[in-house]
């Protein structure tokens, strides 16, 4: 095998180059006579565990998508259950034209143990309405550990009569980690591996996998949605914030007048209204500190990358300045503020108003309660 050649790494399925290290699927010279050589990129990742930046253009996830609408196929969309108002992605109908597509909830073995499955499916289902999306069916399951994923098999063969299947997810939602599974479900052993990590935008190119003589399943690109606030951390903080284990909720009773900090990440401040808990669902290696709203300001300047953290103090100027979102908390109502890649707290349905203090960019919605 030579330089130049068209190859794929097998590993992203970016086409191997050797000219540019900082672009997809670098591969240096000496390497190319390996036959299962993978790019620099995906070693690091799979070596060291390491991140090696590499840009992931919205446009060319955009054309891959276009062709999903001109064929008839089966679309498979994965959100992150831990994120979902950051990784529905809205424009979904626009792109893959009459298609079908199945919504799968991803990392159910992050929730606390005793969800009413049923109850998260319905709520799933009622947010894609909301976000104008008609999936045909909802299906929750843990990539993970495996849970669920035989059921979405069967569903998955019920609803592609024979058709291609094109799985679609923005960074991070857990592809990577489904289609492994997938592979050594249909794949032969051995032969691929998609490249697996917890750093944003591991996907590039559309990896395909014969399913039977007339059919294949397409791993398309992971989609960098704008809003998720992982975008900013360095790969340190990225290792505490997307949670690895079952999420330990948090509970804390407050009075109007005080403040929690998410880490360095989020404020919230509870201006006013009826005495209650905030439950805060993010990773259990998150730090969430309290205090008086008056004193916020300055713990904030002070503490800022060490008791306030992640992010750490070197990686602080990462985050863009963060900005105000203000919400009413309805009476009776069961609401979540969820704040785009970290998480969301969880309101009773008690009147009050509430401040939420994010880095511009990073979305922050009100939302109906989903536990
Ligand atoms: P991709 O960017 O969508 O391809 O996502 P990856 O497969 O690389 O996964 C991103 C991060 O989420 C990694 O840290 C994975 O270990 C983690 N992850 C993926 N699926 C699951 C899951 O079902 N449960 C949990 N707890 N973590 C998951």
């Known amino acids: 095998m030579n330089p130049g ?16 290290k900082n672009l997809p699927g670098y591969l240096p010279i000496h390497a190319w006579e390996k036959e299962e050589a993978v ?13 090696v930046q590499v840009d992931l253009r919205e446009e060319d996830f955009l054309q891959v998508l276009h062709s999903i609408g001109s064929t008839e196929a089966l679309v498979v969309h994965l959100v992150d259950l831990i994120d979902v108002n950051g990784t529905l992605l809205s424009g979904l109908h626009r792109f893959i034209g009459q298609n079908p597509f199945l919504l799968v909830g991803n990392k159910l073995d992050l929730l606390p143990q005793r969800v009413n499955l049923d109850r998260i499916r319905r709520w799933l289902l009622m947010m894609a309405m909301e976000w104008g999306l008609k999936p045909v069916d909802v299906m929750l399951i843990s990539a993970l550990k495996g849970s669920y994923l035989q059921e979405l098999l069967e569903k998955l063969e019920a609803y592609r009569k024979g058709k291609n299947v094109y799985f679609i997810g923005a960074t991070n939602v857990g592809k990577s980690t489904f289609m492994n599974r997938l592979l050594k479900e249909y794949g032969e052993k051995g032969t691929i591996e998609i490249t697996t990590s917890r750093f944003p935008g591991t996907t590039l190119d559309l990896i395909e996998i014969p399913v039977d003589e007339h059919s294949s399943f397409y791993d398309t690109p992971g989609v960098m949605t704008p809003h998720q606030i992982i975008r900013y951390l360095s790969p340190e903080d990225l290792k505490k914030v997307i949670p690895q284990k079952r999420i330990n909720p948090k509970v804390y009773q407050l009075e109007p007048e005080q403040t929690l900090f998410l880490g360095g990440m989020a404020r919230i401040d509870f201006i006013s ?92 919605q009100i939302r109906k309660g989903m536990i």
């Open 5 to 20: 050649e068209k190859r794929v790494c097998p590993g992203c399925g970016a086409p191997l180059q050797s000219e540019d």
């Open 39 to 51: 790019c620099l990129r995906c070693f690091r990742i799979k070596h060291y565990n390491e991140a």
């Open 273 to 364: 209204g009826t005495p209650q808990s905030f439950i805060v669902y993010i990773s259990n290696e998150i730090p969430v500190h309290r205090t008086k709203r008056s004193h916020a300001g300055e713990l904030q300047e002070k503490h800022r990358g060490e008791l306030l953290s992640p992010p750490g103090k070197e990686n602080l100027d990462r985050l863009p300045p963060w900005v105000k979102h203000s919400f009413n908390l309805k009476e009776g109502e069961k609401q979540d503020i969820a704040i785009s890649g970290l998480g969301w707290v969880s309101f009773s349905g008690k009147k009050g108003r509430v401040d939420v203090f994010a880095p511009k960019g990073v979305s922050v």
